[in-house]
T-cell receptor
Framework: AQTVTQSQPEMSVQEAETVTLSCTYD???????LFWYKQPPSRQMILVIR??????QNATENRFSVNFQKAAKSFSLKISDSQLGDTAMYFC???????????FGAGTTVTVRA | EADIYQTPRYLVIGTGKKITLECSQT?????MYWYQQDPGMELHLIHY???????EKGDLSSESTVSRIRTEHFPLTLESARPSHTSQYLC???????????????FGEGSRLTVL
């Protein structure tokens, strides 16, 4: 079974600053996908960024980027130039193409301060 | 905005009542999921389906049941609600991973159930 660990329950960042969220996972699979999802207060969960394990290049989506370290089984998310709208709970998630079931970490609550 | 809808958004009900949480998607996705999430906590998979007439139990044991008679519809039913069922239930759908599909799950807004 896959496990996903997010060791930071809460993080606070000043507007326009950078924050990095950590995520580690445990798997014996070689082919898998990693995701960061954002859940704003009382709103739908949405995908932030996705990484395929076979790709060495780190994924980037505008102000969001990841640092994927396959050997260390680490998948951190960096939010640059933080905005008030980034305030949300962020979940790291793992999926294999064998079963397409998404396993989530416990989440990190990010608060962006004005 | 994802085309996946859940009703009701909020439900307060007494112990012993039967409830059905509705989930519909208009994207034609084969795969659908139900996750249970306590406030501020992680999501736990309780049911999933890979297509019509296909349903499986997830990693977290649940007394709820699901059905998949139509591709777009994946309702969750509790025959006799109890206070321990109080939680938020999130429905999601996705397409198979392929050249054009990322495996992304699209989530509904959730159904928050309170059993008194």
């Amino acid at each position: 079974a896959q496990t996903v660990t997010q060791s930071q329950p809460e993080m606070s960042v000043q507007e326009a600053e950078t924050v990095t969220l950590s995520c580690t996972y445990d798997t014996s699979e070689s082919n898998y996908y990693l995701f960061w999802y954002k859940q704003p207060p009382s709103r739908q969960m949405i995908l932030v960024i996705r990484q395929e394990a076979y790709k060495q290049q780190n994924a980037t989506e505008n102000r969001f980027s990841v640092n994927f370290q396959k050997a260390a089984k680490s998948f951190s998310l960096k939010i640059s130039d933080s905005q008030l709208g980034d305030t949300a709970m962020y979940f790291c998630a793992f999926m294999t193409p064998n079963d397409y079931k998404l396993s989530f970490g416990a989440g990190t609550t990010v608060t962006v301060r004005a | 905005e994802a085309d996946i809808y859940q009703t009701p958004r909020y439900l307060v009900i007494g112990t012993g009542k039967k409830i059905t949480l509705e989930c519909s998607q208009t994207m034609g996705h084969d795969k659908m999921y139900w996750y249970q999430q306590d406030p501020g906590m992680e999501l736990h998979l309780i049911h999933y389906s890979y297509g019509v007439n296909s349903t499986e139990k997830g990693d977290l044991s649940s007394e709820s049941t699901v059905s998949r008679i139509r591709t777009e519809h994946f309702p969750l039913t509790l025959e006799s609600a109890r206070p321990s069922h109080t939680s938020q239930y999130l429905c999601a759908s996705s397409e198979w991973v392929g050249a054009e599909n990322t495996g992304e799950l699209f989530f509904g807004e959730g159904s928050r159930l309170t059993v008194l």
